[in-house]
């Protein structure tokens, strides 16, 4: 059977299906390498980390504490830079940018979402979710309102624009965040531990709004050092010792949608 053949700018042939993978690259790290010096002594973080990741793929970073993944995602989030290595975001090669630029990037291009929420507690939810557009002089303020608003609908809480922080449950704080990385339109948004601090049945809620955002072609990549988190993933990736130990598809990722209709609503008496 002939195959096809597609040409590389460098007029390299490789073969179209080759070709298109590489199109669809978000994440490209080669031979990753994280050193840190703490007077006489080296810690080695990573130690030739190589890994693509792909537009619309769903990956769980897993480990234990001290096996990289911590520093792996700082470095593909822009907060680090590899001692040696490439990075590729989106076509940008990362080794060449300097501080302002890389500060630029992360507010372009990446969706950041953490374990302890990190809203500001004297801002409502919107307000929370407009912060990334202020470094945007371009937009105006309308445009911002409008993509906030929009953001917080995609999570189910629009409704609860104008409340703050401390006015919303764990896993409404969450969405909030997770709104807020979402409306600067990034090409990848990291999550570190989003589920840590939740119950379960918001922990699956969280996931289920996770695996909706996925499925309309939004890439994410979350740390998690729980199993059950990483199997609604469609890929897992163990580190150990600054090395992958195991990358793989998961066959049939649980629906995280489908699970909630079966889990019982609790209520603030449950919680007492």
């Not at 409404?172 to 807020?180: D, L």
């Not at 948004?189 to 119950?199: F, Q, R, V």
Request: aromatic content about 6%.
């Amino acid at each position: 059977m002939h195959r096809r053949w597609a040409v590389r700018a460098s007029l390299q042939e490789v073969p179209e299906e080759e070709a298109v993978n590489m199109k669809d690259t978000i994440i490209s790290v080669k031979h990753l390498v994280k050193v840190y010096k703490m007077g006489d002594l080296e810690v080695h973080a990573l130690r030739g980390i190589d890994m693509d990741v792909q537009k619309s793929d769903f990956v769980a970073i897993m480990g234990k504490s001290g096996s990289g993944k911590s520093t792996f995602m700082n470095i593909i989030g822009c907060l680090d830079v590899p001692t040696k290595g490439e990075y590729m975001i989106d076509d940008v090669d990362v080794r060449k940018m300097n501080k302002d630029e890389l500060a630029h990037l992360r507010n372009k291009k990446i969706g950041f979402v953490f374990q302890s929420f990190n809203l500001l507690s004297r801002t409502s939810a919107l307000e929370n979710v407009e912060l990334p557009l202020m470094y945007n002089s371009k937009i105006t303020s309308k445009d911002m309102r409008e993509r906030s608003i929009r953001a917080l609908e995609s999570v189910g809480l629009a409704s609860r624009a104008h409340h703050f922080p401390s006015q919303l449950s764990g896993g409404e704080q969450q969405r909030v965040a997770i709104a807020r990385a979402l409306v600067n339109d990034p090409v990848v948004i990291l999550a570190d531990e989003p589920t840590g601090n939740l119950d379960t049945r918001t922990s699956v809620e969280v996931m289920s709004i996770f695996q909706k955002l996925n499925t309309n072609g939004i890439t994410v990549i979350i740390v998690t050092h729980e199993p059950d988190i990483a199997a609604y993933t469609d890929r897992n990736i163990s580190f150990r010792d600054g090395r992958i130990q195991k990358d793989f598809r998961v066959e049939k990722p649980r629906n995280a949608a489908a699970e909630l209709l079966t889990m019982p609503i609790l209520t603030e008496e449950d919680t007492i």
